[in-house]
């Protein structure tokens, strides 16, 4: 009861949410069996069970896609559902952008929006799509449960059974915390699954969570998005790893790590069983992982390298060999994976000592984003991996490796490094004056500018020509002359001369291939301890059964 400005009592009421819920599966009883959609009804029921300026948020992470529910969310009458507020990971289907064209969806908050980034760009330029902030994966989950509660989620699963319980499989990756957010807050989840079963190998997620399962028309779209083929390693990429394990790995004795998407990871992983060997590292380096089931991650693992792998997501074709190694991934009673994006996010955040990542453009001052002209990409989950988190106090030798010397109250720091190649595939320099993302910001009218990783989190930037230990540096200016310095020939490495490449050597600022005692001649594919896909399988057993598309034998 609240008392108003006249001195009346008035009662308010507490259950909004629920009776709002409560109406609207009543109205959708005329066409659900239970707790059950038919397949052919799901258009009927969402127009019953969606509202205009509703918040939904629809399960797209940049591999597993709710892309039944999407396609049909698509279909619903206009003048029916309108003016939705979309919150979604990863921006990848392109019906997740017509729902705006066709006046279904007013407004998107989102983290990553790779395949649909310039289409993202122009809609918003358009007018289109309304803008509420391009986020990190962490920070789009947290604000689920704060500012961001969804009415309605749209997520997918592997199977369910009749009680509703859902098996999600390797693939659990964000679903419970999406589900969570909106069941604990009167929210109304519908699960679109690939079947409907008498028994689940396990339960994922508890069917009092659920409201709605609908059988899709087909399976969930799953993308292979950790498989690289080592065909395409080139010798550069090779280069550039070994001298990051020679220089950061061994150096700083890294022992826990993330390693993002890329060749040139993929480069890490297959020269550890090799060239980290011949080092004499095992034992000493990478032994646990923040990590997605890399296929390339195989040799280093059959190697004895790794101990412990936790996953955001799983992979298309790694099913078998994850199952087959229990000691190394975190699986169910099934046998199965269990992987969770929120917290391998967690993990890699405050768990991990360090982070490799890339990006398409950095600044001078080390800052960099994927954000260029005409394409805005969001950046996942790389702003929570890609920093030094302030709240962590457990201490490790890498760690410890970047605090101040003698001072008392000295912290450490998470290592975040870039690999680069200094110039893009297209020959666009990756170091620039100014990031396109201040003028995409500003054209697109966002509070900030999209900076995927800040520079003065930057602990290294390893390139073709060197790597710069920016932690090391006394002052921004310093930073920068280092930077500069294993930049190449692009317009920022132009500036830095060969007397002050020397000072930076001597003072251990930078350091070369030659002062970390590698060879560029001794970057060869030879090295790689797969070099195809079809050696991938042979180093598996045969338990990795790659996509088709991998397929070359």
């Not at 789009?140 to 199977?159: E, H, S």
């Not at 609908?214 to 990429?237: G, M, S």
């Not at 046998?335 to 917290?343: D, F, K, Q, V």
């Not at 020959?427 to 520079?455: C, H, Q, W």
């Amino acid at each position: 009861m609240v008392t108003t400005s006249q001195g009346k009592i008035q009662q308010l009421s507490w259950t909004n949410r629920r009776d709002e819920k409560a109406r609207r599966l009543n109205e959708a009883r005329r066409v659900t069996k239970g707790n059950i959609i038919p397949t052919e009804q799901i258009v009927e029921a969402l127009e019953l069970l969606l509202a205009p300026g509703d918040r939904v948020v629809l399960e797209g992470n940049n591999q597993k896609q709710a892309s039944f529910l999407s396609k049909v969310l698509c279909q619903v009458n206009p003048k029916r559902v309108n003016h939705l507020h979309m919150i979604m990971s990863s921006i990848s289907r392109a019906e997740h952008l017509d729902l705006f064209e066709k006046g279904i969806a007013e407004k998107i908050d989102f983290s990553y929006a790779g395949p649909q980034s310039l289409r993202v760009a122009q809609m918003l330029e358009d007018g289109i799509l309304k803008m509420g902030d391009i986020h990190t994966y962490l920070e789009l989950f947290g604000r689920l449960f704060i500012d961001l509660t969804p009415n309605v989620a749209l997520v997918a699963a592997d199977k369910a059974d009749a009680q509703g319980n859902l098996y999600t499989g390797p693939n659990t990756e964000e679903t419970p915390t999406i589900v969570e957010a909106t069941a604990f807050k009167d929210g109304i989840v519908i699960a679109q699954v690939n079947e409907l079963v008498d028994e689940l190998p396990r339960v994922d997620i508890p069917g009092s969570w659920i409201d709605f399962i609908v059988v899709a028309d087909r399976p969930y779209q799953l993308e292979a998005l950790f498989t690289r083929d080592p065909r395409h390693i080139t010798e550069l990429q090779i280069l550039m790893a070994m001298m990051t394990i020679r220089g950061v790995y061994e150096r700083h004795q890294v022992q826990s790590l993330n390693h993002g998407i890329g060749f040139n990871t993929a480069a890490i992983e297959l020269l550890l069983p090799t060239y980290g060997e011949q080092l004499g590292l095992k034992g000493k380096i990478c032994k646990y992982w923040a990590l997605n089931p890399h296929p390339t991650l195989i040799p280093a693992i059959e190697s004895g390298w790794v101990e412990n792998v936790h996953c955001f997501g799983g992979e298309v074709g790694m099913e078998k060999y994850v199952q087959a190694r229990p000691d190394v991934f975190f699986t169910g009673r099934d046998g199965m994976l269990r992987s969770n994006r929120t917290m391998s996010q967690v993990a890699g955040q405050y768990a991990v000592d360090l982070f490799v990542g890339s990006t398409l453009q950095m600044d001078r001052d080390g800052n960099s984003s994927t954000v260029t002209c005409g394409r805005l990409s969001g950046f996942g989950g790389a702003p929570n991996m890609g920093h030094d988190p302030r709240g962590r106090r457990h201490s490790s030798a890498a760690w410890l490796d970047m605090a101040p010397k003698d001072e008392p109250l000295a912290r450490g720091k998470k290592l975040v490094v870039q690999l680069v190649e200094t110039f893009q595939s297209g020959k666009s320099p990756v170091f620039v004056e100014s990031l396109d993302a201040i003028s995409v910001g500003r054209d697109s009218n966002l509070a900030t500018t999209p900076v995927m990783i800040y520079g003065d989190d930057v602990t290294h930037v390893v390139t073709e020509e060197g790597i710069a230990y920016l932690y090391k540096a006394q002052s921004l200016e310093e930073r920068r002359q280092a930077i500069a310095a294993i930049a190449g020939v692009t317009p920022v490495g132009l500036d830095c001369d060969r007397k002050e490449i020397k000072r930076l050597r001597q003072e251990g600022l930078i350091a070369l291939p030659e002062d970390l005692d590698i060879r560029r001649t001794d970057a060869k594919r030879s090295l790689l301890a797969a070099k195809s896909v079809e050696e991938l399988v042979e180093w598996s057993g045969g338990l990795y059964d790659p996509p088709t598309k991998f397929r070359t034998w």
